[in-house]
Protein backbone atom coordinates (compact mmCIF):
# COMPACT_ATOMS: atom_id res chain seq x y z
CA UNK A 1 0.00 0.00 0.00
CA UNK A 2 1.05 3.59 -0.72
CA UNK A 3 -0.67 6.66 1.66
CA UNK A 4 -1.12 9.82 -0.35
CA UNK A 5 -0.93 12.87 1.92
CA UNK A 6 -2.28 16.17 -0.50
CA UNK A 7 -1.74 19.94 0.98
CA UNK A 8 -1.58 23.07 -0.06
CA UNK A 9 -4.84 24.02 -1.00
CA UNK A 10 -7.42 26.96 -0.09
CA UNK A 11 -8.85 30.15 -1.14
CA UNK A 12 -7.50 32.37 -4.08
CA UNK A 13 -8.79 35.31 -6.19
CA UNK A 14 -9.01 34.60 -9.46
CA UNK A 15 -5.99 35.44 -11.41
CA UNK A 16 -4.32 34.09 -8.63
CA UNK A 17 -1.59 30.94 -8.53
CA UNK A 18 -1.72 28.23 -5.54
CA UNK A 19 0.79 25.15 -5.35
CA UNK A 20 -0.48 21.94 -4.20
CA UNK A 21 1.86 19.20 -3.05
CA UNK A 22 1.70 15.41 -2.25
CA UNK A 23 3.13 13.33 -0.71
CA UNK A 24 3.70 9.37 -0.97
CA UNK A 25 4.46 6.99 2.36
CA UNK A 26 6.90 5.22 0.31
CA UNK A 27 8.75 4.43 -3.19
CA UNK A 28 6.93 1.45 -5.06
CA UNK A 29 6.34 0.17 -8.64
CA UNK A 30 3.30 0.93 -8.14
CA UNK A 31 3.90 4.57 -7.60
CA UNK A 32 5.77 5.31 -10.73
CA UNK A 33 3.45 7.75 -12.00
CA UNK A 34 1.68 10.28 -9.68
CA UNK A 35 -0.41 12.84 -10.48
CA UNK A 36 -3.75 14.81 -9.94
CA UNK A 37 -7.28 14.79 -10.51
CA UNK A 38 -9.98 17.26 -9.69
CA UNK A 39 -14.11 16.95 -8.44
CA UNK A 40 -16.70 19.43 -8.61
CA UNK A 41 -19.85 18.93 -7.22
CA UNK A 42 -22.23 17.17 -10.43
CA UNK A 43 -19.35 16.92 -12.57
CA UNK A 44 -17.64 13.85 -13.66
CA UNK A 45 -13.87 13.10 -11.48
CA UNK A 46 -11.40 14.85 -14.40
CA UNK A 47 -7.89 14.13 -14.86
CA UNK A 48 -5.24 17.61 -14.20
CA UNK A 49 -1.66 16.25 -14.43
CA UNK A 50 0.68 13.69 -14.58
CA UNK A 51 4.67 13.18 -13.94
CA UNK A 52 6.60 9.64 -14.74
CA UNK A 53 9.17 8.28 -12.15
CA UNK A 54 12.36 10.50 -12.98
CA UNK A 55 9.96 13.41 -14.50
CA UNK A 56 11.14 12.95 -17.84
CA UNK A 57 7.40 12.73 -19.19
CA UNK A 58 4.60 14.60 -18.08
CA UNK A 59 0.81 15.20 -19.25
CA UNK A 60 -1.28 18.03 -17.95
CA UNK A 61 -5.41 18.24 -19.11
CA UNK A 62 -6.62 20.00 -21.69
CA UNK A 63 -8.37 22.64 -19.48
CA UNK A 64 -4.74 23.32 -17.59
CA UNK A 65 -2.56 23.25 -20.61
CA UNK A 66 -0.64 26.24 -20.38
CA UNK A 67 -1.32 28.05 -16.85
CA UNK A 68 -0.87 24.50 -14.72
CA UNK A 69 2.81 22.70 -14.15
CA UNK A 70 3.24 19.57 -12.93
CA UNK A 71 6.98 18.70 -11.07
CA UNK A 72 8.36 15.68 -8.52
CA UNK A 73 11.08 15.19 -6.36
CA UNK A 74 12.32 11.59 -6.49
CA UNK A 75 14.35 12.04 -3.06
CA UNK A 76 11.55 12.95 -1.26
CA UNK A 77 8.52 11.11 -2.86
CA UNK A 78 6.70 14.82 -3.61
CA UNK A 79 4.33 15.30 -6.47
CA UNK A 80 3.75 19.51 -6.81
CA UNK A 81 1.34 20.99 -8.87
CA UNK A 82 2.01 24.55 -9.92
CA UNK A 83 -1.72 26.57 -10.30
CA UNK A 84 -1.26 30.03 -11.96
CA UNK A 85 -3.79 32.00 -13.79
CA UNK A 86 -7.00 30.12 -11.63
CA UNK A 87 -10.29 30.80 -12.88
CA UNK A 88 -13.36 30.19 -10.46
CA UNK A 89 -13.75 27.14 -12.70
CA UNK A 90 -10.79 25.53 -11.48
CA UNK A 91 -12.57 25.41 -8.02
CA UNK A 92 -12.66 21.52 -6.90
CA UNK A 93 -11.20 19.15 -4.77
CA UNK A 94 -7.97 17.89 -6.13
CA UNK A 95 -6.93 14.48 -5.39
CA UNK A 96 -3.09 13.26 -5.83
CA UNK A 97 -3.14 9.86 -7.21
CA UNK A 98 -0.64 7.42 -8.17
CA UNK A 99 0.01 4.29 -10.63
CA UNK A 100 2.53 2.18 -12.54
CA UNK A 101 2.97 3.84 -15.34
CA UNK A 102 1.33 7.31 -16.73
CA UNK A 103 -1.00 5.50 -19.30
CA UNK A 104 -3.11 3.80 -16.02
CA UNK A 105 -2.34 7.09 -13.69
CA UNK A 106 -4.46 9.02 -16.33
CA UNK A 107 -7.36 6.48 -16.59
CA UNK A 108 -7.52 4.07 -13.57
CA UNK A 109 -4.98 5.23 -10.49
CA UNK A 110 -4.02 2.54 -7.78
CA UNK A 111 -3.87 4.44 -5.24
CA UNK A 112 -6.00 8.20 -3.96
CA UNK A 113 -5.13 10.90 -1.30
CA UNK A 114 -8.33 12.44 0.33
CA UNK A 115 -8.10 15.57 -1.48
CA UNK A 116 -7.60 19.06 -0.67
CA UNK A 117 -10.28 21.56 -1.85
CA UNK A 118 -9.20 24.67 -3.83
CA UNK A 119 -11.62 27.62 -3.87
CA UNK A 120 -11.38 30.15 -6.70
CA UNK A 121 -13.27 33.41 -5.84
CA UNK A 122 -14.19 35.95 -8.67
Known amino acids: QVQLVESGGGLVQAGGSLRLSCKAS????????MGWFRRTPGKEREFVAA????????SLGDSVKGRFSISRDYAKLTVDLQMNSLKPEDTAVYYC???????????????WGKGTLVTVSS
Open 51 to 58: ITWRGSST
Open 26 to 33: RRTPLSAA
Open 97 to 111: AAAGNIVALSTTPDY
